[in-house]
């Protein structure tokens, strides 16, 4: 069995708008909301084996702060994760290599959202419907699948565990 957990960067900062977009910081928001999806991933004992995480400012703060929920654990900060769609991510996704069972991958939308919902085949009826309609900085879906290596992964193959957004922790 195979887990996947698919956080989106937190809230990032527009003050400046003389940097370029990779660039651009946290927001007061961000830092306070990613630190609870930290807590989230711990209370659903979701310890990932790799993490993927997209080169940008934004996720990588959003890492650095749940860090402590996920110490230890080898990153892969991937320039393709960067403002790319869904099919670039599934792709990448089917890439991880064998014996890595569970996958925390921290990037960007619209392709986290469409990942998530190209994805999701079963689980709780609301928390389905949730995650249809948005998904919003720093939140967080866990899935569960039922193949045994990711390039056997399928759409619509996954069981959303869990979707959590910082409003829910607040």
């Not at 389905?128 to 759409?155: G, H, Y």
């Not at 959303?160 to 607040?170: G, H, N, Q, W």
Request: net charge negative; glycine share 6%; proline share 7%.
């Amino acid at each position: 069995m195979l887990s996947l957990a698919l956080l989106r960067h937190a809230k990032s900062s527009w003050d400046a708008t003389d940097i370029d977009d990779f660039d651009r910081p946290l927001n007061d928001r961000g830092r306070t909301a990613a630190p609870l999806m930290g807590e989230a991933l711990k209370e659903a004992n979701f310890t990932p084996d790799l993490i993927l995480c997209s080169p940008a400012q934004r996720t990588r703060e959003t890492l650095a702060l749940i860090s402590p929920s996920v110490k230890d654990v080898p990153v892969t900060f991937d320039d393709e994760l960067y403002l790319t769609s869904q099919e670039t991510l599934y792709e990448r996704l089917k890439a991880t290599p064998l014996g890595v069972k569970r996958v925390l991958m921290i990037g960007h939308n619209p392709g986290m959202h469409g990942l998530a919902l190209f994805l999701t085949g079963t689980g709780d009826a609301k928390s389905i419907s949730r995650l249809e309609d948005k998904f919003p900085t720093a939140a967080l879906a866990i899935f569960t699948f039922p193949q045994t290596t990711w390039r056997e992964l399928v759409p619509a193959s996954g069981h959303l565990e869990a979707f959590v957004t910082p409003r829910d922790r607040a």
